[in-house]
T-cell receptor, first 112, second 113 residues
């Protein structure tokens, strides 16, 4: 069965621009979470969506936003990009926490 | 405030021996714990998990032990194989915090042939 698919794999953007990243969860998984990984801060939780509703949010500025569609696919958007937003962005999906969270391969965002 | 800590940045083990990776947490609300393996530029791969109602869970070569009173968990890999070389992350979550895994900083495991 197909895993969690994230697109694009790599992205280069200029400061001040905005970016949209996409995540397609495993079929049947309705919960999608997003994480940012940087060398300094490690893996940090951004937000979680379930049935098109954001149920949880991490400590990130409002420039970071997301949404989930009726087919459970999710997007995250970062506006007014800063150099510090350069990171590996990961999404994970699950049917329930007892089954673990399956991560995608991530989107490597570089802001120049 | 680092609620999940992996105090050993790296661990080196000989093939066939046991690898023991450790993790400490401070938040008493955490009731579910997971271990992930990660290669550079890839997403973490789920290995094994444990609920706070248990103190041990096994899956093949992987065993996770949970000591709630000490707020400590460990991952045992027996026997270790060169293909196990990767970064290992422990993660914790509470039932009231939907979808939020709190990760440790990771331990680099190197298994020598």
């Amino acid at each position: 069965k197909a895993g969690v698919t994230q697109t694009p794999r790599y992205l280069i953007k200029t400061r001040g621009q905005q970016v949209t990243l996409s995540c397609s969860p495993i079929s049947g998984h309705r919960s999608v979470s997003w994480y940012q990984q940087t060398p300094g801060q490690g893996l940090q939780f951004l937000f979680e969506y379930f049935s098109e509703t954001q149920r949880n949010k991490g400590n990130f500025p409002g420039r970071f936003s997301g949404r989930q569609f009726s087919n459970s696919r999710s997007e995250m958007n970062v506006s007014t990009l800063e150099l510090g937003d350069s990171a590996l962005y990961l999404c994970a999906s699950t049917t329930g926490r007892d089954y673990g969270y399956t991560f995608g391969s991530g989107t490597r965002l570089t802001v120049v | 405030d680092q609620q999940v800590k992996q105090n050993s940045p790296s661990l080196s083990v000989q093939e066939g021996r046991i690898s023991i990776l450790n993790c400490d947490y401070t938040n008493s609300m955490f009731d579910y714990f997971l271990w992930y393996k990660k290669y550079p530029a890839e997403g973490p791969t789920f290995l094994i998990s444990i609920s706070s109602i248990k103190d041990k869970n096994e899956d093949g070569r992987f065993t996770v032990f949970l000591n709630k009173s000490a707020k400590h968990l460990s991952l045992h890999i027996v026997p270790s194989q060169p293909g196990d070389s990767a970064v290992y992350f422990c993660a914790a979550m509470s039932g009231t915090s939907y979808g939020k895994l709190t990760f440790g900083q990771g331990t680099i495991l190197t298994v020598h042939p």
